[in-house]
C-alpha cells in the first residue's frame, strides 16, 4: 500500500466533499489516484508511511483543522516535503495568508477559473520538483535537504548525531543478483532508516545521498537506540534477499578484479557517527566530512557496526588507522567508540 501513494494525490475534505473538477482532470492527467480521505490523522500517517505527489485540502468548510494540518505536516522533516495545496473559499484573505504562514505551498480561491487552478496545480509540481531533490527509487530527501538540516541542527546548538550508513559487499551483490534486486535491497534499507529513526526520534531526519549511501540525523541520547535497532533489523533481513544456497552458506564465490576467486560474505551495515558533544562545527562541510571519515574507519570492521567518534578537540586522538579496536558488545555487534 505504501508504494501505491507515490502515485496518489491526497485529497482531504472534512465534510466529504468530492474534489473540484480541476483536481480530477489533473489526476487524470498525471496518471494519479485520488485518495479521498476525511481524518486528519489518517493524512498524517499516510504521510508518514509514504510520499504522495501531493496532498490537496478543501479548507472551505472546517478550515481551522486544516490548516493545523498544514502545519503539523510543515513541520515535519519526513513530511514536509510533500507539497500542499489548500482549497479556500472567495476573498478569503486570512485565511489565505495563514495556510501560506503554515507553509502551504500553494493556495486555490473559488474564485480561480477551473483553466487556473490546474495550471496552478501544475506549477505545484514543477516546482517540488525543482526545490526538493528526493531519490527516485526511495523518494528520501537528497543532499540539498541533507545540507538543510544540518545547517538548522548547527543553528539551533542543540546536542545531535549525524549518522552515515553504507552497505558492506552491495556491489557484489548487484553484480550476483542484478539491479532489480539491487534496487530492492535499497528501499529495504530506507524503509529501515525511515521507521526506526520516525519511531525512535520524531526529530529526527533520513536522506539519501545516492547508491546505497545514506545519511541520519538527530537528536543525540536517540543515537545509540536507533542504531542498535537499525543494525538488528538490517542483520535480520539481508540474509533473505539471497538464495538459500548462498544464505544457508553465509556466502558466495566471486571474482576480484584480476580474476581471482574469493569467499563474498554477505552483505553487512556499517554506520559512521558524528557528534557536537565534544566538537563545536562552525559549517556543514565539517560534519559531512568527518561523518565520511568515521564511515569509512567502520567499514574496516567485520559485520554490521556503528563507530561513534569521542575524540575531544583538545585532546588530539590517534588516527583511524591506529585507533584501538573497540570492544565487543555481548550481542556480538562491535559499536566502536574512538577515544
Given at each position: 500500500?505504501?508504494?501505491?501513494?507515490?502515485?496518489?494525490?491526497?485529497?482531504?475534505?472534512?465534510?466529504?466533499?468530492?474534489?473540484?473538477?480541476?483536481?480530477?482532470?489533473?489526476?487524470?492527467?498525471?496518471?494519479?489516484?485520488?485518495?479521498?480521505?476525511?481524518?486528519?490523522?489518517?493524512?498524517?500517517?499516510?504521510?508518514?508511511?509514504?510520499?504522495?505527489?501531493?496532498?490537496?485540502?478543501?479548507?472551505?468548510?472546517?478550515?481551522?483543522?486544516?490548516?493545523?494540518?498544514?502545519?503539523?505536516?510543515?513541520?515535519?522533516?519526513?513530511?514536509?516535503?510533500?507539497?500542499?495545496?489548500?482549497?479556500?473559499?472567495?476573498?478569503?484573505?486570512?485565511?489565505?495568508?495563514?495556510?501560506?504562514?503554515?507553509?502551504?505551498?500553494?493556495?486555490?480561491?473559488?474564485?480561480?477559473?477551473?483553466?487556473?487552478?490546474?495550471?496552478?496545480?501544475?506549477?505545484?509540481?514543477?516546482?517540488?520538483?525543482?526545490?526538493?531533490?528526493?531519490?527516485?527509487?526511495?523518494r528520501l530527501p537528497?543532499?540539498?535537504?541533507?545540507?538543510?538540516?544540518?545547517?538548522?541542527?548547527?543553528?539551533?546548538?542543540?546536542?545531535?548525531?549525524?549518522?552515515?550508513?553504507?552497505?558492506?559487499?552491495?556491489?557484489?551483490?548487484?553484480?550476483?543478483?542484478?539491479?532489480?534486486?539491487?534496487?530492492?535491497?535499497?528501499?529495504?534499507?530506507?524503509?529501515?532508516?525511515?521507521?526506526?529513526?520516525?519511531?525512535?526520534?520524531?526529530?529526527?531526519?533520513?536522506?539519501?545521498?545516492?547508491?546505497?549511501?545514506?545519511?541520519?540525523?538527530?537528536?543525540?541520547?536517540?543515537?545509540?537506540?536507533?542504531?542498535?535497532?537499525?543494525?538488528?533489523?538490517?542483520?535480520?533481513?539481508?540474509?533473505?534477499?539471497?538464495?538459500?544456497a548462498d544464505r544457508?552458506?553465509?556466502?558466495?564465490?566471486?571474482?576480484?578484479?584480476?580474476?581471482?576467486?574469493?569467499?563474498?560474505?554477505?552483505?553487512?551495515?556499517?554506520?559512521?557517527v558524528v557528534t557536537?558533544?565534544?566538537?563545536?562545527?562552525?559549517?556543514?562541510?565539517?560534519?559531512?566530512?568527518?561523518?565520511?571519515?568515521?564511515?569509512?574507519?567502520?567499514?574496516?570492521?567485520?559485520?554490521?557496526?556503528?563507530?561513534?567518534?569521542?575524540?575531544?578537540?583538545?585532546?588530539?586522538?590517534?588516527?583511524?588507522?591506529?585507533?584501538?579496536?573497540?570492544?565487543?558488545?555481548?550481542?556480538?555487534?562491535?559499536?566502536?567508540?574512538?577515544?
Amino acid at each position: 500500500m505504501a508504494d501505491s501513494f507515490r502515485k496518489a494525490v491526497i485529497f482531504y475534505a472534512p465534510v466529504e466533499e468530492p474534489p473540484p473538477p480541476a483536481v480530477v482532470s489533473f489526476a487524470r492527467d498525471h496518471g494519479l489516484e485520488i485518495s479521498h480521505q476525511s481524518d486528519g490523522e489518517t493524512v498524517s500517517q499516510l504521510l508518514n508511511r509514504s510520499f504522495p505527489a501531493c496532498v490537496l485540502m478543501d479548507a472551505r468548510t472546517l478550515a481551522d483543522g486544516a490548516i493545523e494540518l498544514v502545519r503539523g505536516l510543515k513541520s515535519d522533516p519526513f513530511t514536509g516535503i510533500v507539497p500542499v495545496g489548500l482549497l479556500v473559499p472567495q476573498e478569503a484573505t486570512e485565511l489565505v495568508a495563514a495556510a501560506l504562514e503554515a507553509g502551504a505551498d500553494e493556495v486555490f480561491a473559488s474564485s480561480l477559473s477551473e483553466r487556473e487552478r490546474r495550471l496552478r496545480l501544475d506549477l505545484m509540481l514543477r516546482r517540488a520538483d525543482r526545490d526538493v531533490s528526493v531519490h527516485p527509487t526511495t523518494r528520501l530527501p537528497g543532499t540539498p535537504q541533507i545540507e538543510r538540516d544540518l545547517g538548522e541542527r548547527l543553528d539551533r546548538g542543540t546536542p545531535f548525531a549525524v549518522c552515515y550508513a553504507d552497505l558492506d559487499h552491495f556491489k557484489e551483490f548487484n553484480d550476483r543478483y542484478g539491479y532489480n534486486n539491487g534496487d530492492r535491497v535499497i528501499r529495504m534499507l530506507s524503509k529501515i532508516l525511515r521507521d526506526v529513526v520516525r519511531g525512535v526520534a520524531s526529530a529526527g531526519f533520513v536522506g539519501h545521498i545516492g547508491g546505497d549511501d545514506f545519511i541520519f540525523t538527530l537528536p543525540l541520547p536517540y543515537m545509540e537506540p536507533c542504531c542498535e535497532m537499525i543494525l538488528d533489523l538490517f542483520d535480520e533481513l539481508a540474509p533473505y534477499q539471497y538464495s538459500e544456497a548462498d544464505r544457508r552458506a553465509g556466502y558466495f564465490l566471486g571474482k576480484d578484479r584480476r580474476g581471482n576467486i574469493h569467499r563474498i560474505p554477505l552483505m553487512s551495515l556499517s554506520i559512521g557517527v558524528v557528534t557536537n558533544q565534544f566538537q563545536v562545527f562552525s559549517h556543514t562541510a565539517q560534519v559531512s566530512a568527518m561523518a565520511s571519515e568515521m564511515k569509512t574507519y567502520a567499514k574496516t570492521l567485520p559485520g554490521s557496526v556503528y563507530v561513534v567518534d569521542r575524540r575531544k578537540p583538545e585532546k588530539e586522538g590517534p588516527p583511524l588507522s591506529q585507533a584501538p579496536e573497540p570492544a565487543r558488545a555481548e550481542r556480538g555487534r562491535e559499536p566502536g567508540l574512538i577515544e
